[in-house]
């Protein structure tokens, strides 16, 4: 079974300073990996995705993220924080599909990013 | 435009009623969800269905039921059974389970 750990619910920073949202899996097979943006009362929105390749995966606003399987990381960055940027981050695990039936996706637990003016 | 439409995006009911959200989705997905959202406990899965007329428990069922009538639809229904209802409720479709979901804009369900 896989898992995610996302280190701090809450990150402030500075508009302009750089954002870096953390994420470690744990998944027994080369995993899927995503991050989502939630802004308040919507639903979730695609930022970016990881399944083979390259492992520097560039995302919409501005987003990346790199797939470190020496260190289970997944780790959201941007250089210059945008106010517009302050909302709710979730990353999220799955496998693909080696053996048919359910590959389930874990969502971790969100960190919320507030950016200062 | 392809997407997912919950409706209503708020819903007050008294307590002891029994309540369906609806979702619609035109993305031709196979695999459709329900995740129930509390503040500082992320997604919980509540349902899934990965074909239709089929649709397996997640980890949060208890109070809750589902159909799978149309590859379109997926209603949640929430009983009077469901001890905690109030939560912001998501519905969310795939292509395959293990890809990248597209979500509702959520309906914030508020028993009273």
Redesign the interface.
Known sequence: AQSVTQLGSHVSVSEGALVLLRCNYSSSVPPYLFWYVQYPNQGLQLLLKYTTGATLVKGINGFEAEFKKSETSFHLTKPSAHMSDAAEYFCAVSVPPFSGGYQKVTFGTGTKLQVIP | DGG?T?SPKYLFRKEGQNVTLSCEQNLNHDAMYWYRQDP????R?IY?S?IVNDF?KGDIAEGYSVSREKKESFPLTVTSAQKNPTA?Y?C?S?Y???????????T?LTVV
């Open positions: 997912i919950q500082g406990q992320g997604l899965l899934y990965q397996q912001f998501l969310a795939s395959r389970t293990n890809t990248e979901a597209f979500f509702g804009q959520g914030r």
